[in-house]
Every structure is written in C-alpha cells, then in structure tokens.
C-alpha cells in the first residue's frame, strides 16, 4: 500500500508520496466546464477574478455557492475535485495521512472525511497540523505556531506535558490573510512604480498579474539585500525592504496581543511563506522559521501513531515530543555570500595604440609614470601621477589585472592588457 503525506493549509496545500512533493495553493478556476487548482489557477487569479474561488477550503460545507462557479454545487464539490487532482499528480497513492488546521471546525471535518470517501483512496489518520509541527520543536518555554490561510491568520498555542506537546488553543486573527497581505505589499510597490515611472501595474489585468507573481521572489531577495530593482512590463522601480514594513503589522499586532509578553524559551513556529514578511522578525522576538520539510518529518516519524486503518478516524491533538528536535532557523537577514572574484585570465602583451608590447614581469611601462609588474598572481599597476582607471572603474592598489582589462591614464586610454598566442 502506498501512503502520502497531505498537510492542508489552504495558502499552500503540500504531498508528499515517495519522490513526488506537490504545492498547490487553494485557487480553483473555472475554465470551460472544468476546473483548474493550485499554482495554475492562481497564475490567473488577477486576470480572470470572476472564474476564481479561493474560499472552498476556508469555508468548506454543503450550502449552496455563492457565487455560483461552474457545475460545482457547493465548497464541498471543488475540494472533492482539488483531491482528485492531487491524487492524480501523486501516482495515485492508495492512501492518505492528512494533517488540518486547527481552524477547522468538527462538522468541516466530518464533511471532509465524507468527501474522501468519494475519492479513489483511502483516509487512514487525520492529525492537528500545528501539534504535529510542535512535536519536533519542543523546549523549556511556550510555544506558539503562526499559520497564515489565504483568508485569514491563526495563533494555535500548545503546551508540553508529560513529554507530550497537546493543543491548548487557537485564536483566528481575521483580516490577516496572505490575500490582504499580498494587497497591501502590492499597493505600496505599485506606489513606487507610480512615483519612479509614473507607470500603474495594477491599470492592466496582465501587469498587475505579473506583480503578484513576482512578490515570493522580490520578498526572498529582500530578506537578504534590503533593495531590488523590480521590472515589470519594461518599467523599473525600486523597492526597498524598509517600505514594505508596515503591511504586515495588522497580523503583528494581532499576534503580539493574542501571544502576550514573551519570556526566555518561548518560541513561535512560522511556515516558511510566513518568514517572508518584513519586519516580522523585529516585530515578534524569538521568532522562528519553520525547516520546508517539517511537516514531512514530524508525520513521518509519528506514523506509527497516526495511522489507523480500519476504524473510525479520531482527530489527534496531542503527540509526544520527539527528542531529535530540529534546530530553529533565526529569521534575522542573512548577508548574501560574497563570491571570490575569478582569476584574471592570463596577459602577455600591452597593446597600445596599434602595437604590442611584450609585457616584462620586471616592469612595462604604461603611461605618466605607471607601469604593470607582476605581483605573482596577477599583473598590478604601481606608480605615481594622475590615478588610473581600469575597466571605467578606480584602480584599487594591488588589484590584479589580466587579458581584456583596459586602462585609462590621465583621461586617456593608455592600454589594453591582451593574450598573444603561438
């Protein structure tokens, strides 16, 4: 029997099953009379915003869809159909351990597990997300997980017992969803295009698609470099992490409320997407990134438990701690590798004007004064007089300089360093 892994959050549903890891966020449009989900859907949300629905997990039951969507009767059939997609992609898994947000209410999950009943495979453990992502961060302080829905976001708090992490509570914070975080990060980047090129992304359909695909990427250069320069549509501004730092401070806010002062040990999971946010670090201390493949690893090391096949599914809210602890990432910025300048490629005349110039490890002369030696890795220039430039750029002392690198003295291209072969 096969078994995958399905951890449901609607931001970013996740499967594993053998080699195959699925992301698939909780988009579904109509197209034709058939629907598309995930990535796919959500690559066409800005451009066809009346064929998208983005509440069918958030909002999962029988009642009738308002808006209406296709042939879909209600939530409850685009989730049944979002499964089957992922069964397919899968290699059609024979069966499933699900992991759910705590924002699920009793009759959800009732309603959920009837629809798995209507699929091609088999529910065989239904486990508390957040408890499971705890299990592997245990320690002496509270803990707190962080979950951002496409709606909404949710503060789930756990508590250690007895070596077991249980549930203690979840609190809902409303208007703190990835879609109103997405509007607000778009609405000041869109600002700054407006300001630098008198340009609008959001004016066309097509741009400001764009502009919300690019968001994952500008927020992961950010992170690291504090600017980008972001192209859209052949317009550049640029966007710096300082003025992104307020759109996240309604989920802080809220957050920081609901979690109250912070004591040494304390720790607050976030997903990964959530780490993203700007300022979130500064914002909520002791702040910790959840590893990509947490969830993998807690539900895998806790199979054993989770799994019940053949009877009635009980809803697990409690798992033991598991020692092997991962190690938190810290979400301070990292400063970006700094790569070692290739070695110059190797020179062997000074070209000038129309001739060449063998060059002499001693000494060549160049112009004013200068002249190129071998400093033992590399030609350098050393002298006295007017600075030289090298490639338009100031000669830095002990510089190493090869085949292709110009110089200019005095305002005057003196040379160009070159390779003569045979």
Same mark, same amino acid.
């Given at each position: 029997?096969?078994?995958?892994?399905?951890?449901?959050?609607?931001?970013?549903?996740?499967?594993?099953? &053998?080699?195959?890891?699925?992301?698939?966020? @909780?988009?579904?449009?109509?197209?034709?009379?058939?629907?598309?989900?995930?990535?796919?859907?959500?690559?066409?949300?800005?451009?066809?915003?009346?064929?998208?629905?983005?509440?069918?997990? *958030?909002?999962?039951?029988?009642?009738?869809?308002?808006?209406?969507? @296709?042939p879909a009767r209600h939530t409850?059939? $685009?989730?049944?159909?979002?499964?089957?997609?992922?069964?397919?992609?899968?290699?059609?898994?024979? !069966?499933?351990?699900?992991? +759910?947000?705590?924002?699920?209410?009793?009759?959800?999950?009732?309603? =959920?597990? &009837?629809?798995?009943?209507?699929?091609?495979?088999?529910?065989?453990?239904? +486990?508390?997300?957040?408890?499971?992502?705890?299990?592997?961060?245990?320690?002496?302080?509270?803990?707190?997980?962080?979950?951002?829905?496409?709606?909404?976001?949710?503060?789930?708090?756990?508590?250690?017992?007895?070596?077991?992490?249980?549930?203690?509570?979840?609190?809902?914070?409303?208007?703190?969803g990835l879609l109103q975080l %997405?509007?607000?990060?778009?609405?000041? /980047?869109?600002?700054?295009?407006?300001?630098?090129?008198?340009?609008?992304?959001?004016?066309? #359909?097509?741009?400001?698609?764009?502009?919300?695909?690019? =968001?994952?990427?500008?927020?992961?250069?950010?992170?690291?470099?504090? !600017?980008?320069?972001?192209?859209?549509? @052949?317009?550049?501004?640029?966007?710096?992490?300082?003025?992104?730092?307020?759109?996240? %401070?309604? =989920?802080?806010?809220?957050?920081?409320?609901?979690? &109250?002062?912070?004591?040494?040990?304390?720790?607050?999971?976030?997903?990964?997407? +959530?780490?993203?946010?700007?300022?979130?670090?500064?914002?909520?201390?002791?702040?910790?990134?959840?590893?990509?493949?947490?969830?993998?690893?807690?539900?895998?090391?806790?199979?054993?438990?989770?799994?019940?096949r053949g009877q009635a599914l009980?809803?697990?809210?409690?798992?033991? *701690?598991?020692?092997?602890?991962?190690?938190?990432?810290? $979400?301070?910025?990292?400063?970006?590798?700094?790569? !070692? #300048?290739?070695?110059?490629?190797?020179?062997?005349?000074?070209?000038?004007?129309?001739?060449?110039?063998?060059?002499?490890?001693?000494?060549?002369?160049?112009?004013?004064?200068?002249?190129?030696?071998?400093?033992?890795?590399? *030609?350098?220039?050393?002298? @006295?007089?007017?600075?030289?430039?090298?490639?338009?750029?100031?000669?830095?002392?002990? %510089?190493?300089?090869?085949?292709?690198?110009?110089?200019? /003295?005095? &305002?005057?291209?003196? #040379?160009?360093?070159?390779?003569?072969?045979?």
């Amino acid at each position: 029997m096969t078994l995958a892994l399905l951890d449901i959050s609607d931001s970013n549903l996740q499967l594993w099953c &053998g080699d195959h890891h699925l992301r698939s966020p @909780g988009y579904a449009l109509l197209a034709g009379q058939q629907y598309k989900f995930g990535r796919e859907a959500r690559a066409s949300a800005r451009l066809e915003p009346r064929n998208i629905n983005t509440r069918y997990w *958030w909002q999962l039951s029988t009642e009738p869809l308002q808006p209406a969507l @296709g042939p879909a009767r209600h939530t409850g059939d $685009l989730v049944h159909a979002h499964l089957q997609q992922l069964h397919r992609e899968a290699g059609k898994p024979d !069966e499933m351990l699900l992991a +759910v947000s705590g924002s699920m209410q009793r009759d959800q999950l009732a309603l =959920l597990l &009837g629809i798995v009943q209507q699929c091609p495979f088999d529910a065989v453990g239904l +486990v508390h997300r957040s408890v499971a992502l705890g299990s592997l961060y245990g320690g002496a302080g509270r803990l707190f997980h962080l979950e951002v829905q496409l709606h909404q976001a949710l503060l789930t708090e756990l508590a250690e017992s007895a070596g077991q992490v249980e549930l203690r509570r979840s609190l809902p914070l409303p208007g703190c969803g990835l879609l109103q975080l %997405q509007e607000r990060l778009v609405e000041v /980047i869109a600002s700054g295009f407006i300001r630098q090129t008198r340009f609008d992304p959001r004016r066309k #359909a097509a741009t400001e698609q764009q502009l919300y695909d690019a =968001l994952p990427d500008t927020l992961r250069t950010l992170r690291q470099e504090g !600017e980008i320069n972001l192209e859209i549509n @052949g317009y550049r501004a640029r966007v710096t992490r300082d003025e992104l730092l307020g759109a996240g %401070q309604r =989920l802080f806010d809220g957050a920081g409320q609901s979690i &109250g002062s912070l004591q040494p040990g304390d720790q607050v999971l976030v997903d990964p997407l +959530v780490a993203l946010l700007p300022g979130l670090a500064a914002q909520l201390p002791q702040v910790q990134e959840l590893e990509r493949h947490a969830m993998q690893q807690a539900l895998e090391q806790h199979a054993d438990r989770l799994v019940q096949r053949g009877q009635a599914l009980s809803f697990i809210t409690a798992l033991p *701690w598991l020692q092997q602890a991962i190690a938190p990432r810290s $979400l301070e910025p990292q400063p970006a590798p700094v790569e !070692e #300048a290739p070695p110059p490629l190797p020179a062997t005349h000074l070209l000038q004007g129309a001739q060449a110039v063998p060059l002499v490890a001693a000494g060549t002369p160049v112009a004013d004064g200068w002249e190129l030696f071998d400093g033992g890795d590399g *030609w350098q220039l050393r002298g @006295g007089g007017a600075p030289p430039r090298v490639n338009d750029e100031d000669y830095a002392d002990g %510089q190493r300089l090869g085949a292709g690198d110009s110089i200019a /003295i005095g &305002g005057q291209v003196g #040379a160009l360093l070159i390779e003569v072969r045979g």
